[in-house]
């Protein structure tokens, strides 16, 4: 089956979709997006992605132009057309199409583009064994929590791990850990786990959210609040949690072993206990 899109009303293969050249995503990256992956054929945790997609869009002054239920019967829709084991749904909304200026008119109609693609998730050995990250400066804008599309240094950080031959890019800002490239990251030092708190620093996982209620009802203690780098290379785990990642054990970065050099109990715990809630 054909990867699938729908773009402004209709639904078609992926290979046609198409936008205007003048639509302000491409001229701009004017726009928001959202990314759901699918478990046993249903999408997963539908509501607060699209209550973060509705804030990001407020955070801009850029109207949705759907309801959550609409939103949600367009996934549904797009699930039965393409009809893949597991799916990976990207929901993309720009401001629309107008003659390029910086200053946006009022009265535009959003561009609205959804699309499903097979999703293979990663291979359970990868999970076992750990992977490997580096880190980078934090070089985005100002407003990291509004998942825009301009993911320009996300790109340049995330190619730079693909060169070193490491999964993930962490970004330091201020000598204070942020995120990772894709995913959020979360640190494990004195029995507790660590990450940074909500803010305009980082974008808020939904994956992050479940993970850190699946920890406290395990009774381990949590805290919102920066790591240094030497804080984190001294951790005795970390590990990354995202729609796509879910909980991945890092067990070197920078060259540096953290830990064991294995996956560490804590996170092979929190790993259990969402493969238990995904069913």
């Known amino acids: 089956m054909p990867d699938i899109a729908y773009v402004n009303g209709r639904f078609g293969p992926l290979a046609d979709a198409v936008v205007n050249i003048e639509d302000r995503g491409f001229q701009f990256g004017d726009g928001v997006y959202e990314v759901i992956r699918t478990y046993h054929g249903q999408p997963f945790s539908v509501g607060p992605h699209l209550a973060r997609l509705e804030r990001s869009a407020e955070a801009l002054q850029l109207s949705t132009g759907h309801t959550g239920d609409q939103w949600t019967s367009l996934i549904h829709e797009g699930l039965r057309l393409s009809r893949f084991p597991e799916t990976k749904i990207y929901l993309q909304i720009t401001r629309g199409q107008a003659p390029r200026d910086h200053p946006f008119p009022i009265d535009l109609t959003p561009t609205t583009v959804l699309t499903f693609r097979e999703f293979h998730p990663l291979e359970a050995s990868v999970r076992n ?94 805290s919102e609040t920066f790591v240094t780098r030497q804080e984190l290379l001294a951790a005795s785990e970390v590990f990354l949690t995202g729609t796509t990642v879910e909980v991945l054990p890092v067990v070197r970065i920078d060259g540096h072993v953290i830990g064991t050099g294995s996956p560490g109990a804590l996170s092979q715990l929190l790993a259990r206990r969402w493969d238990a809630l995904i069913g």
């Open 129 to 222: 064994v750990g992977v490997q990250a580096v880190t980078i400066d934090d070089i985005r804008w100002g407003r990291c929590d509004i998942k825009s599309v301009n993911l320009l240094a996300n790109v340049m950080a995330r190619q730079r791990a693909k060169e070193a031959g490491a999964f993930e890019a962490i970004l330091i800002r201020e000598a204070l850990v942020t995120e990772g490239s894709v995913s959020n990251v979360v640190v494990v030092r004195n029995g507790a786990i660590q990450t940074a708190p909500e803010g305009h620093r980082i974008l808020s996982g939904v994956t992050r959210a479940i993970v850190l209620e699946l920890a406290k009802k395990e009774g381990i203690p949590v």
